[in-house]
């Protein structure tokens, strides 16, 4: 199969050329390991090659509605059986799996030939990719700037025509943040639609999700048919449409209310693209017949950014203490700022996890309030262009005195100091926007309607009601159809 032919279909395409025997499975994952071995050394999107386990793959009898479309997982939390999900993390580089995933499980079940592991950052902590055990994964659209995180290696991975769909995950942005930046659909489900099993229940206590970053919305809907769906080991399970997810892909959306608002608390000066981004998106859906109108921010985005942080710092501190007892690691087997992040989580009180959890109720009733009135909440998804690789790195300054206040475990004076301020402002200063969906369990996504005048991307969220992904399905279908954005491909 010639490049050509192989990057101008998506996934479905794909699978369509193989079932009708144009082509065979090994001909189609062989395009794609070319194209990987040909760009990766730019990008740095794969970090973990499967071609064993891809051959292998190859001589079984696939089935399913991608059977022998090649793929790859996220390494991290897409555990697949004999081999390490590293999670970015030295201490866990080296540590293999004992079974597969469940959304590997229903991956594999759709025909999916996965041939690699993509770069994550250490325990998907940042909105940038740039691991110290894989080194920094790069944007396609500018070899200099991330492509985001966490989620990064894939989103880099199929902005470069290594695969047309990738597996991701979303804990505070990690799918909508790298569509973003890379010119691609990414769709973050509700809470508990797609299950976590078996090793973990909900991660980030529900706020995290599986999912894909892909160039077509037709194949992000497929594959939440592939994912979605109760599984044993969920706390429950939530209700979702009758018929597939793919039937409402050009569907008409029906005339929609959506308010729009770009400020926040965080970042109260949105860089001039990011504003430009939404009063574009906001005209082409007026012209597509939609009710848009500018709104106030329909909860408090600082208070927001601070419960989430209280509970991602508390999440940091549990993971670090529990791979250490797995692993037999000590501090050397994770870098600083994760350090950071559980020194400062675990000065953390019961009373005051607790309460910046019922604090998400808040923020639940305000956006609920909200779609009393709107069907879908419209922000820019970055506030900021991509930014440069190793734009946020610690300050070299200041790197040997955390290191002394850790081994110390002075984490009040790492405050002091002003480390959280600037973790707080570096990452997520320039995506504020998405935690929001993670926090209240709202699907949410990223649709990529604008490119600055650099050439780079900068998508538009989306966020809808629960239940509301057949909802953002039909509407991104409609944007797709009417500003298509699969031909917009860097120069790689």
Request: overall charge negative; aromatic content about 6%; proline content about 8%.
């Amino acid at each position: 199969m010639d490049s050509t032919e192989y990057a101008s279909r998506d996934g479905l395409g794909l699978a369509e050329l193989i079932a009708a025997r144009h082509v065979t499975s090994a001909e189609v994952v062989e395009a794609a390991q070319r194209r990987a071995r040909e760009v990766n050394p730019r990008v740095n999107a794969i970090v973990r090659w499967m071609d064993d386990a891809a051959e292998a793959r190859l001589g079984e009898e696939l089935s399913g509605p991608f059977a022998g479309v090649p793929f790859l997982l996220k390494d991290l939390g897409q555990e697949y059986a004999g081999l390490p999900s590293s999670f970015g993390c030295r201490a866990l580089a080296s540590t293999p799996a004992v079974e597969h995933a469940t959304v590997v499980k229903r991956w594999l079940g759709a025909g999916l030939v996965v041939f690699g592991k993509t770069n994550t950052p250490e325990f998907g902590a940042k909105g940038v990719t740039e691991p110290e055990l894989f080194g920094a994964a790069r944007n396609p659209f500018d070899l200099a700037r991330t492509p985001g995180g966490s989620s990064g290696g894939s989103a880099a991975a199929v902005a470069a025509g290594v695969v047309p769909v990738a597996g991701a995950s979303d804990g505070g942005g990690s799918i909508r943040i790298p569509a973003g930046c890379c010119g691609l659909f990414g769709l973050k489900a509700g809470r508990g639609l797609i299950p976590h099993g078996p090793a973990m229940g909900e991660p980030l206590e529900g706020a995290a999700t599986d999912g894909v970053i892909s160039r077509s919305v037709r194949d992000s809907a497929a594959m939440l048919d592939v994912l979605a769906g109760p599984d044993a080991t969920m706390p429950y399970a939530p209700a979702r449409p009758e018929g597939p997810f793919l039937d409402e892909v050009g569907r008409e959306p029906g005339r929609l209310r959506i308010g729009f608002h770009v400020g926040s608390a965080i970042n109260p000066s949105p860089h001039t693209s990011a504003v430009t981004a939404v009063t574009e998106a906001a005209q082409l859906l007026e012209r597509l017949g939609h009710d848009v109108e500018p709104v106030q921010a329909p909860f408090d985005d600082g208070a927001l950014a601070r419960d989430f942080l209280t509970l991602w710092f508390t999440n940091a501190a549990h993971l670090v203490a529990r791979v250490k007892q797995l692993t037999g690691s000590d501090d050397d087997g994770f870098e600083q700022d994760t350090l950071i992040m559980a020194a400062l989580g675990a000065k953390v009180s019961g009373v005051e996890h607790v309460a910046a959890l019922e604090r998400r109720h808040e923020h639940v009733r305000g956006l609920a309030g909200f779609h009393e009135r709107y069907d879908l909440l419209l922000t820019p998804t970055l506030a900021e262009p991509p930014p440069l690789v190793g734009q946020f790195d610690t300050p070299r300054a200041l790197r040997p005195i955390a290191g002394a206040l850790l081994k110390a475990r002075a984490a009040g004076v790492l405050s002091r100091l002003g480390v959280v301020d600037r973790m707080i402002d570096e990452n997520l200063g320039w995506v504020p926007y998405t935690q929001l969906a993670n926090l209240t369990g709202r699907p949410a996504m990223s649709v990529p309607l604008h490119w600055t005048s650099a050439g780079l991307p900068l998508g538009v969220q989306f966020v809808a009601r629960p239940g509301g992904e057949a909802l953002l399905l039909r509407l991104a279908a409609q944007l797709e159809t009417a500003q298509p954005w699969a031909q917009r491909r860097p120069l790689l």
